[in-house]
C-alpha cells in the first residue's frame, strides 16, 4: 500500500469520525428528548384526570442521559457543573454523561487507529487525546457562536423593550413580548426569565439568572440598569436606547478591527496550512525522498515536534492580532 493511499485512508477515516460525531452530540440526543416526551405526553393524556400519587415530583427534571449514574456523579463536581452550564449555555440537546462517553470511545478510537499508521505510543497517544476533545470542542464551539449570536441580536431585544415601555406595558410583560417575538437565542433566554418570575421566582433573581445562563457584559448592564431603576427611579426607556445605541457601536468598532486583523490571520492560516500542503506535494512528486520522513524514527519524532511547533506559531499569531473591544 502507498504512502498516498494510507494518507488518504487515513484523512477519510478522520472525516467520517469527526462527522460522526458532530452528528451524535447533536441530534441523537434531541431524538432521545423527543421519543421521551411523546411517551409522557401519552401518559398525561391518559392519566389527566387523576390525582398525582403519593411521592410524585411537579418539579420538572433534567433531561437523562445514556448514563445516569455519570450524570448524578459529575453534578457533584465542580468541573461537572462548569460542563453542565457550557451544554445549558450552547443550545445542544445532550448531557454531560453523553459529553464524557463520547470523549472516551473517540480517545480510544482516535489511538487505535493512529497506531495502525504510526507505531509510536506518543504519537498515537496526542492524536487520541485530540480526537478525545473533539466533543468538548464542539460544545465550546457552539457555545461561542450562541453567545455571538446572542450578542447580535441584544440590541434588537433592548429596542423592543423600550417601545414597550413607552406604549405604557409594566417592564415585566415587555421582557414577555421580546421572549415571544425574538429569534433564538434572545428569545427563548427572556422568556425562561418572563416564565420565571411569573411562576413566583423574584425578578432581581431572576434576572441574575439571565446573566449567569448569558455571561456577556451587556447583559450584566442591562441587569443593573433595570434594578437601579427599580430601586431609585428613572425613566428606564431612555436607559435601554442608550444601553442599546452603546452596544451598536461597539459592534462597528469590532468591525473596523477584524478588518484591519485580517491580514496577520489569513498570514497565521498561511504559515500552518503551508507545510503541510508542502509535504503533500513532495510526496507526490519524489515519494522515496519523503519516505524516511515518516517510516523513521527520527522522521517521525520531526513531524511531531514540527505539528507543536506549528500548533503554537498558530495561536501565538492568534494571541497578537486579538484585541479587546
Sequence with gaps: MSLFTIVAHGFLFGAIAVVAIAVLVSYVPGALAERRLARRLEDVATTSSEAPAEGESLVRRAMDGPLPAVDRLVARTATGSRLSKVIEQSGVKTTPSAIVLMSVLALIAGTLVAMMFVHLWAVALVVGLLAGSAPLAFIHNRRNARLKKFEEQFPEALDLISRALRAGHAFQTALGMAGDELKDPVGPEFKKTFDQQNFGLPLRDALFQLAERVPNLDVQFFVTAVLIQRETGGNLSEILDNLSHVVRERFKIKRQVRVHTAHGRFTAFVLLALPAAL???????????????????????????????????????????????
Design 279 to 325: 509535504a503533500l506535494v513532495l510526496t507526490m512528486l519524489a515519494r522515496q525522498q519523503m519516505e524516511p520522513l515518516f517510516y523513521t524514527h527520527m522522521g517521525q519524532m520531526m513531524l511531531l515536534v514540527a505539528a507543536v511547533l506549528q500548533t503554537i506559531g498558530f495561536f501565538w499569531i492568534r494571541q497578537v492580532i486579538k484585541i479587546e473591544v
